[in-house]
């Protein structure tokens, strides 16, 4: 038995073992919880940094476990995998951390962490599938764990809004599961393969390998909240900031891009994907829902709703990068991954600490709130700045490379779009920033409760924001370092354009 | 298809060992006497199906003459892959549903003692069905089990069980006959009844074709595919609970299982030329109706009894891609993750129903936090019967898709996955309103926990089920090859 080959299951089973346990321990137990779920985040991380030191040095972890005749699942730990992987288990372990301080004291907690480990089980599923079949059985299975932690609180609305999470989801399940069917049928495979497995197919599919394309990317597309398909991640806003920050950033929108890239480079291939036309469609449909999401972002006067729209406008930048299909444009996709990731989940743990501390969920509530929360000021308005696309941060090396890379590629209009959307990230985030720091507080805060004595408010709460915050400036100062993002995305498109 | 001659007697003692249970309980009907019955029988027959199931996965397929006379006189047992795997499932659901009826009849001597006698029986015709090798020992015990199942289901007693026990008998009663019709005509033709020597000589003239029709319809009647489901939301709502589990997720394979076995074995193509196409839009529509009569239904029984009708169609499925050996693995993995699935959603619902003292989908809005692990088995077992990963209906459907594509009829794939949906539409309210907060929690009686077990261990096997695929399904390798 050659260990490196059961590393994958290690990983998967690092959460899922944790949520078992905690499904079986009683509700009171809260500290024995705690101890187990943090543990499990630190063997994950482990785990997942020796995966990646082998990974680097081109040690291959491939694990099969035949299912059907002809069907195996497979678990395989490549470049682009590891890059998910390594994003997923440092949030979960800052999320966990995070979700400990905000639901102090609330009833359930057994439910939402058991459930929380089963989503990170199946985002980690994703991240290593090495085929469509198991990338499809991880990607249902988050589906269907999400769904409690969207209901959480039970309420009337929270129960809306996880009908319409489901039927937008459970749809999108089944157009790519007969797009993946489809596909199996046609070729017999549906193993990821380096440049793509589908470039040297005979002739004379075109058209169905298209109406595939098509059936994949959309069933894709309502994880990834791709207009029209996006309706449901505004209204998932109800869940618990956690949830939020949780399903902008790792789980489920970057599960429908982290698909999106292994159609297009491991299962299509890019030039093929190219020659077929597909890409040019895609292209444009990420360009109009960058557009749109920040667009409509502008008018929400709800904190979350805005951050909301603004997640939908973020995530179409990888699909757009990895559309665009040339090597640097997809650097600068895949790298997002990661840099949305770590933005987004700043500003969703300010909005929870903002609700937990002061119980404020408008922008119009904000003014003046720099003073009393500096160090989460602070966090968010890196965070804003980074997602406008200020240097040093993170966000304009994304916006660099998709510049670039448009260039590079001849497709000029991006360009226009990347500008276009920078204003707009501007008008909805300084406003933000402006009342934060600039505007004096009128009146009481609405519903002021006493977290933390020590700190501004609750530390489980404040260390989470501070550190992922250090990360948005360190990855954009340091990313010509060799264990930035950037880099990690070069060696991805490298061995993927090789 | 090789097939051997054994004298080893593994499928005659699967059916001699629920006899033996049946009179033990009705002779001695005490509470250690059933349990020291049990821990025996129970034993027993898994030691039996193993045995059985090495012999059928070295040879492929196994026949036993009972009292050393072969056909057509003597009576055949005969046993293959898809043999197996129904005795598998039926004794699994039966022990699960033999657990929890011990903790549900509990108190109530007079139905105890009436029970566990039938159940048996019923638990025998359901392994002779799955054991026979010839058409007339076919209908025999499929008549045992009705029996068995007809007294099990008015055993609740009332009006509304007696009266859809009374239907029920009666739909079968007719469907027995022309069954029993079809079955004299082709031994007026042909002079036998063995359905391997059956299979090598009918040929497509006018009686055989009628016998066919004869046959089919009236058990179609017994598995209630849609036109003919009438009967079975009523039946398998009304019956006591663990009665409700195994008719849904035993007693209408029974029926479907022959269809499939003379299809496969008996009858070729050129006598039934657009039968299967016409069972597959039949089964078609029992999808999308009983789906859509289970979005509609304000009781949790009758919302999961319309859910079977939904999930029979899938079996039905099959015919018109008879060619594809997918079809094949699909159909018959739909049946063994239906029963499992549904087995255990019929026993969490008794748990539900019990906690609450009330059966109406809108008051488990009350249920507060008491029964976590019956509502983990109903929505485990919905996951299977959603045909989502990682359950065992996820495979079934995955294979009955590939099947379609494959053989160009991509119509059927529309229908599994507009299936899967709508068991989504009518399964997640029910946990919807399992997490919902109420304004008045009701107080909840106590369920005993081996009925909680019960459900849950059923629903985690239709999950193992689904991962594990590789081990049942390679039973068929050598049973098809």
Redesign the interface.
């Known amino acids: 038995m050659n260990i490196d080959n059961w590393m994958p299951v290690f990983v998967i089973l690092s959460s899922l073992v944790p949520a078992i346990i905690i499904?079986l321990l009683n509700?009171r137990q809260n500290i024995l919880r705690t101890i187990i779920n943090m543990s499990a985040a630190f063997i994950k991380i482990a785990l997942v940094g020796m995966m990646t030191w082998g990974v680097f040095h081109e040690r291959n972890y491939i694990m099969h476990?035949?299912?059907?005749?002809g069907?195996e699942i497979i678990f395989r730990a490549d470049a682009l995998a590891m890059f998910f992987l390594i994003l997923s288990a440092g949030l979960w372990l800052l999320t966990t951390a995070y979700a400990v301080g905000y639901l102090e004291g609330s009833p359930?907690r057994r439910r939402f962490f058991g459930f929380f480990s089963l989503c990170v089980t199946s985002t980690m599923g994703i991240s290593l599938a090495g085929n469509l079949f198991t990338f499809?059985?991880?990607y249902?299975?988050l589906?269907?764990t999400t769904?409690?932690l969207v209901?959480h609180?039970?309420?009337?609305k929270s129960?809306e809004a996880?009908?319409t999470y489901?039927r937008y989801t459970?749809?999108g399940?089944?157009v790519l599961?007969?797009g993946i069917?489809?596909l199996?049928?046609q070729t017999g495979t549906l193993e990821f393969t380096q440049g793509g497995y589908l470039n040297h197919a005979a002739g004379g599919h075109a058209v169905t390998l298209t109406i595939i394309f098509a059936l994949l990317i959309i069933g894709l597309a309502v994880k990834t909240a791709i207009i029209p398909l996006h309706g449901w991640l505004p209204a998932a806003m109800v869940a618990p900031a956690p949830v939020s920050a949780l399903l902008h950033a790792v789980a489920v929108v970057k599960a429908g891009a982290f698909g999106i890239v292994r159609v297009v480079n491991n299962v299509y291939g890019v030039e093929f994907a190219a020659t077929l036309g597909v890409t040019m469609p895609l292209a444009f449909v990420a360009s109009a829902t960058i557009i749109y999401g920040s667009f409509k972002a502008l008018f929400q006067d709800d904190l979350k709703k805005r951050l909301a729209y603004s997640t939908i406008s973020q995530v179409s930048y990888i699909v757009l990068g990895v559309a665009i299909a040339g090597p640097l444009s997809t650097i600068g996709g895949i790298t997002h991954i990661v840099h949305q990731g770590i933005m987004k989940i700043t500003l969703f743990f300010c909005a929870g600490v903002l609700a937990e501390t002061l119980g404020i969920h408008r922008i119009s509530e904000m003014r003046g709130v720099g003073r009393r929360l500096p160090m989460t000021m602070a966090a968010f308005t890196i965070a804003a700045l980074g997602m406008i696309g200020v240097p040093p941060t993170v966000g304009f090396i994304t916006k660099w490379y998709l510049g670039i890379g448009a260039i590079d590629a001849g497709q000029t209009w991006v360009l226009a779009v990347l500008g276009m959307s920078t204003l707009l990230n501007a008008a909805y985030f300084l406003p933000i920033i402006n009342s934060a720091w600039f505007i004096k507080q009128s009146g009481d805060w609405p519903e002021e409760k006493k977290r933390g004595r020590f700190f501004e408010t609750d530390p489980w709460l404040l260390f989470p924001v501070l550190i992922i915050a250090c990360f948005t400036i360190l990855a954009g100062i340091l990313a010509g370092e060799f264990f930035s993002p950037l880099e990690w995305a070069k060696l991805i498109t490298e061995r993927e354009y090789r | 298809m090789q097939e051997i001659i054994t004298t080893a007697p593994w499928g005659a003692l699967m059916v001699v060992i629920p006899l033996a249970a049946a009179a033990a309980s009705y002779l001695f009907p005490w509470r250690s006497a059933l349990m020291a019955a049990s821990a025996i029988a129970f034993p027993a027959a898994f030691y039996s199906l193993a045995l059985l199931a090495r012999d059928v996965w070295v040879s492929g397929a196994v026949r036993y003459r009972i009292g050393g006379w072969g056909s057509p006189l003597g009576i055949d047992l005969f046993a293959d892959g898809l043999s197996i795997l129904m005795l598998f499932m039926t004794i699994v659901v039966v022990m699960a549903a033999s657990i929890y009826s011990s903790f549900y009849f509990s108190g109530d001597v007079e139905r105890k003692r009436s029970f566990w006698p039938l159940w048996m029986f019923l638990w025998a015709g359901l392994n002779g069905v799955f054991l026979s090798g010839d058409v007339f020992n076919l209908y025999v015990t499929l008549e045992v089990m009705v029996i068995a199942s007809v007294a099990l289901i008015s055993l609740k007693g009332g009006r509304e069980a007696l009266l859809s026990g009374m239907r029920y008998f009666l739909v079968s009663v007719l469907g027995s006959l022309s069954y029993l019709m079809g079955v004299a005509m082709l031994y007026g033709s042909y002079g036998i009844l063995d359905i391997g020597a059956l299979g090598r000589t009918i040929g497509p003239d006018p009686a055989a074709q009628i016998a066919i029709v004869l046959i089919v319809t009236g058990l179609l009647a017994k598995t209630a595919l849609f036109p003919l489901h009438f009967w079975l939301p009523k039946a398998h709502a009304s019956a006591p609970v663990p009665v409700s589990a195994a008719l849904s997720a035993l007693v209408v394979k029974a029926p479907f299982y022959i269809i499939l076995r003379l299809w496969t074995d008996v009858f070729s193509h050129d006598i039934i030329s657009h039968a299967g196409l016409m069972l597959g839009v039949l089964g078609s529509v029992a999808i999308i109706w009983g789906g859509v009569m289970a979005l509609r239904q304000t009781r949790l029984k009758m919302l999961v009894a319309y859910s079977t009708v939904s999930q029979i169609g899938y079996l039905f499925l099959f015919f018109p891609m008879a060619g594809s050996s997918d079809a094949f693995l699909g159909c018959v993995y739909q049946a063994l993750s239906h029963g499992l699935a549904k087995a255990s959603m019929f026993l969490a619902a008794g748990n539900l129903i019990k906690a609450l003292g009330s059966d109406l989908i809108e008051d488990l809005r009350g249920l507060r936090q008491r029964l976590n692990i019956s509502t983990f088995a109903f929505g485990l077992a919905g996951i299977s019967l959603m045909g989502l990963p990682p359950g065992a209906g996820f495979i079934a459907k995955w294979q009955l898709l590939k099947a379609s594509i494959e053989t160009g009829q991509w119509w059927w794939a529309i229908i599994i996955v507009a299936g899967g949906l709508l068991a989504a539409g009518y399964l997640f309210p029910v946990l919807r309103n399992i997490i919902s907060q109420s304004q008045d929690p009701v107080e909840c009686a106590k369920v005993p926990f081996g009925m909680e077990a019960a459900a849950i261990v059923l629903a985690v096997l239709s999950l193992v089920l689904g991962i594990a695929a590789a081990v049942p399904l390679s039973l068929f390798r050598t049973a098809l090859l």
């Open positions: 499904f509700e476990f035949p299912v059907v005749p069907i359930n499809f059985i991880f249902e299975m589906t269907l769904y409690p209901v609180r039970g309420t009337q129960l996880g009908s489901l459970l749809s399940g089944a599961l007969i069917v489809w199996h049928v």
